[in-house]
């Protein structure tokens, strides 16, 4: 079984920036693709952006433009930079990953992210 564990959370005032993190206990190569989702109160859980092991990317449009996902191999994790933060982008951030060999979407316990007008 691979943990995944996100970090970086917290409150921010609208405009501002946050780095998400998401460590994976083993090799996040073999998870294809990986991602973000994120769930607001009362709402559903949606993506936010997804990347491949090839490096492609996918976002959604509430947030092109202003977010972006990496991953690094070497250290085993996924980031999402967000940036030009909005209070609807108030919500718990998720990490997931597909295993590539299985099909087994992981998941990771979420991290909170507050913006404040």
């Known amino acids: 079984q691979v943990h995944l564990v996100e970090s970086g959370g917290g409150l921010v005032q609208a405009g501002g920036s946050l780095r998400l993190s998401c460590a994976a206990s083993?090799?996040?190569?073999?998870?294809?693709?990986m991602g973000w989702y994120r769930q607001a109160p009362g709402k559903q859980r949606e993506s936010v952006a997804t990347?491949?092991?090839?490096?492609?990317?996918n976002y959604a449009d509430s947030v092109k433009g202003r977010f972006g996902i990496s991953r690094d191999n070497a250290k085993n994790t996924v980031y999402l930079q967000m940036n030009s933060l909005k209070p609807e982008d108030t919500a718990v951030y998720y990490c997931?990953?597909?295993?590539?060999?299985?099909?087994?979407?992981?998941w990771g316990q979420g991290t909170q992210v507050t913006v404040s007008s």
């Open positions: 083993r090799s996040i190569e073999r998870f294809n693709p």
């Open positions: 990347i491949t092991s090839g490096g492609s990317t």
């Open positions: 997931t990953g597909v295993l590539a060999y299985s099909g087994i979407q992981s």
